[in-house]
């Protein structure tokens, strides 16, 4: 009898204990037959909810999740598909997602993915046609469709945070999606790894002052040296290992046994502490070999479940100076209070470009302004007379090239990223706020440039406008108009603008979503605007 995640999950008496599992790079042999195994044994053992498995990690090719999830699913297991942007464009993922509704796997977790990785002959082309909001967005109108023809199950469809952000501008930007992912219908969540426990009570406590009531699972990962490593160089986008748990790591392996016995160990205790924080489960994973490590952090967290105040001091590897939310006792005072400290200022030439383009836009671009009759009227009649159409998008082009590299995507979206182009600023495009990949405030794809949503909270911020970094939810970019005019897409009404409203049914209106922005800016010492 198939155990149903969805049940588990709206169960409040239940705490949820999810498997991740990576497909190898094979279509069978020894790889596969590992993770069937550790199927096998987690189906038989009750305690697991549901498998998840991943989708090309670190954007390398790998057996495809469906299909070996599919393989599960038929155990009697239940299956979390990872469902990225990154290789697909919209009508490819469409596709995908009513194949895995006709498989039955419709527990989703949705996100924008890492970076392309090494395919044959070379790098693979990044796709990111949808973020993770937007792919939310199309996930709830699949789900409509769904439920038409008569099926009373849509998609359950989770998303990712990073709660282990550092710098106020990327912790803000890290909720801020959370914000939008709420808004777009995630109905659960996991986090990223890291091992501050801090950072964990400060998600929760936004999640709760927001009202949003969602489930959120905790990441537990079972620590080798290799796997610590890899993550504390940044080779594992979003996942934090501090240099001092990386040396803490290393020096328990020096005897493996009690380097394995000390990783499941420090999963125990960071189990029963997400438990007692209030978590609604756990997501286990750097599981690659056995069920039996599984089963006993398990047992270990039983034996252990009223400790777990104890162990709170035991997560607490994070860097020197890190930003909080909150005060060290979760009071309602602002870390930013504090410590004094406030929103960076952008250098002079960042304030001149965000203020030169926000003049411009207010002037030319607002749909409200007496003028706006006036450009349209002008916008037809060039748009009517091809040399004068070509004419200004070549003026635009050369003034949009040298201001923000402009791709000519003819659908710009400047205006919700702080007058930075998301096309050219962001290598996965990112219209609806950062990945979880950024390190330091840095971008994960090309670390010597900030990423372009911490720039954005840093020209919002002093401002008192960083709630835009919140509100709403950004349509995609129109492809059809690739290499046409953004000025006169805008005032013709052909741009993303143009079928917001049919795409707003899908990102729904949350009232907790306005209050959780409210919140966040004045925890962190700014108004929402």
Not at 152 to 169: I, M, N, Q, R, W
Request: charged share 20%.
């Amino acid at each position: 009898m198939l155990r149903v995640f969805r049940d588990d999950l709206l169960d409040p008496n239940q705490f949820v204990v999810t498997l991740e599992l990576v497909p190898g790079r094979e279509h069978g042999g020894k790889t596969v037959d590992t993770v069937m195994r550790i199927a096998a044994d987690a189906f038989s053992d009750g305690r697991i909810s549901a498998v998840s498995m991943t989708d090309n990690p670190g954007g390398n090719p790998s057996l495809s999740p469906d299909v070996l999830g599919y393989d599960v699913f038929k155990l009697g297991l239940d299956v979390i598909v990872h469902f990225t942007c990154r290789d697909m464009n919209r009508v490819g993922i469409e596709s995908r997602a009513l194949q895995l509704a006709m498989m039955g796997m419709k527990n989703i977790l949705v996100l924008t993915g890492d970076y392309a990785g090494q395919g044959f002959a070379g790098q693979g082309a990044p796709v990111f046609d949808l973020d993770s909001v937007s792919l939310q967005c199309l996930l709830a109108m699949l789900s409509d469709r769904i439920n038409t023809a008569g099926d009373p199950d849509g998609f359950l469809t989770g998303c990712a945070v990073s709660p282990f952000k550092y710098s106020e501008a990327e912790s803000f930007a890290q909720y801020a999606k959370l914000c939008r992912k709420v808004r777009a219908g995630a109905q659960f969540v996991i986090t990223q790894l890291g091992y501050d426990a801090r950072k964990f009570q400060e998600l929760i406590r936004l999640h709760n002052q927001a009202g949003f009531n969602l489930p959120i699972l905790g990441s537990v990962y079972i620590l080798t040296p290799g796997a610590a490593r890899l993550m504390n160089q940044g080779k594992v986008p979003g996942a934090v290992v501090t240099d001092f748990l990386l040396q803490t790591v290393q020096k328990e392996w020096t005897e493996p046994a009690f380097g394995r016995k000390a990783g499941i160990e420090r999963a125990a205790r960071l189990g029963v502490v997400l438990k007692g924080l209030g978590y609604r489960g756990i997501h286990i994973g750097g599981v690659h070999r056995s069920f039996e490590p599984v089963v006993r952090i398990l047992d270990r967290m039983i034996q252990i479940e009223d400790q777990w105040k104890e162990f709170l001091g035991d997560f607490a590897f994070h860097p020197p100076n890190g930003f909080y939310a909150f005060g060290p006792d979760m009071d309602n005072t602002a870390t930013s209070a504090i410590y004094g400290r406030k929103p960076v200022q952008p250098v002079l030439s960042d304030r001149l470009h965000f203020h030169l383009l926000e003049l411009a836009h207010r002037i030319f671009f607002n749909s409200d302004s007496s003028l706006a009759p006036v450009y349209q009227a002008m916008s037809r009649w060039i748009d009517a007379r091809p040399s004068a159409r070509t004419l200004l998008h070549l003026f635009e082009n050369v003034g949009k090239q040298i201001l923000l590299g402009c791709r000519q995507c003819g659908d710009c979206a400047i205006q919700y990223v702080a007058f930075q182009c998301p096309e050219s600023g962001c290598p996965k495009h990112t219209r609806n706020g950062a990945c979880g990949g950024s390190r330091n405030g840095r971008c994960e794809v090309n670390p010597d440039r900030w990423c372009i949503w911490h720039r954005a909270y840093q020209r919002w911020a002093p401002l008192d406008k960083a709630g835009e970094m919140i509100n709403g939810c950004i349509p995609p970019r129109k492809w059809e108009l690739d290499h046409t005019s953004s000025w006169l897409n805008f005032h013709l009404g052909r741009d993303h603008q143009n079928g917001a409203a049919d795409f707003s049914r899908y990102c729904c209106s949350r009232a907790a979503c306005s209050h959780m922005g409210n919140g966040l800016c004045r925890v962190e010492g700014i108004s929402s605007g």
